[in-house]
């Protein structure tokens, strides 16, 4: 199985900071990577997928990149809305798995 | 707009069944890579079951064997049958389209105990 490493599990940041997640996949997937954002309580939201694709209506200050094993999702200035757990999915190789996920709390 | 809406949870014994639906408007199950993602308290998120559009499924390995994923194309509606339920299958359970159109319903809580 494929399996997806997060880092950091939890990142303490700022109203304006940029921030920055990491994923790596134990093996290639190309760029069958997505990223999505969970709130207490509720159900994951996609943020992008492809590894670098914005869902329609989710706001430009997420980006997401890589390929291959290594990928980031990239908060380009950081809002109150955004503090919540991020996860990254692989969905290569006739199997999904989900990254750990990394806590974004206010510094 | 695709909306998604699980029922079937509950609170069950170990070793018993339980049958989830997730009844899908919007966007057609038949044809569609679907999938069960589960989250267990306090945990994060872990992939159960997919099925593709061809109909081939897949089970992350500690439900091989006792879940199985399927649909029904004229209820527009997927399933997940789980038999021999243990205590660590306590968790929400959500139903999920493909990661590129990316809707999810609202889960279902299922809890294992005695």
């Known amino acids: 199985d494929i399996q997806m490493t997060q880092s950091p599990s939890t990142l303490s940041a700022s109203v304006g900071d940029r921030v920055t997640i990491t994923c790596r996949a134990s093996q290639s997937i190309d760029s069958w990577l997505a990223w999505y954002q969970q709130k207490p309580g509720k159900a994951p939201k996609l943020l992008i997928h492809?590894?670098?694709s914005l869902k329609s209506g989710v706001p430009s200050r997420f980006s997401g990149s890589g390929s291959g094993t290594e990928f980031t999702l990239t908060i380009s200035s950081l809002q109150p809305d955004d503090f919540a757990t991020y996860y990254c999915?692989?969905?290569?190789?006739?199997?999904?798995?989900f990254g750990q996920g990394t806590k974004v709390e206010i510094k | 707009e695709v909306l998604l809406v699980e029922s079937g949870g509950g609170l069950i014994q170990p070793g018993g069944s339980l049958r989830l639906s997730c009844a899908v408007s919007g966007f057609s199950v038949s044809n569609n890579y679907m999938s069960w993602v589960r989250q267990a308290p306090g945990k994060g998120l872990e992939g159960v079951s997919v099925?593709?559009?061809?109909?081939?499924?897949q089970y992350t390995d500690s439900v091989k064997g006792r879940f199985t994923i399927s649909r029904d194309n004229s209820k527009n509606t997927l399933y997940l049958q789980m038999n021999s339920l243990r205590a660590e299958d306590t968790a929400v359970y959500y139903c999920?389209?493909?990661?590129?159109?990316?809707?999810w319903g609202q889960g279902t809580l299922v809890t294992v105990s005695s």
């Open positions: 999915q692989q969905y290569n190789f006739y199997s999904e798995t």
């Open positions: 492809k590894a670098s």
């Open positions: 099925i593709y559009s061809g109909g081939t499924t």
């Open positions: 999920a389209t493909s990661p590129t159109q990316g809707s």
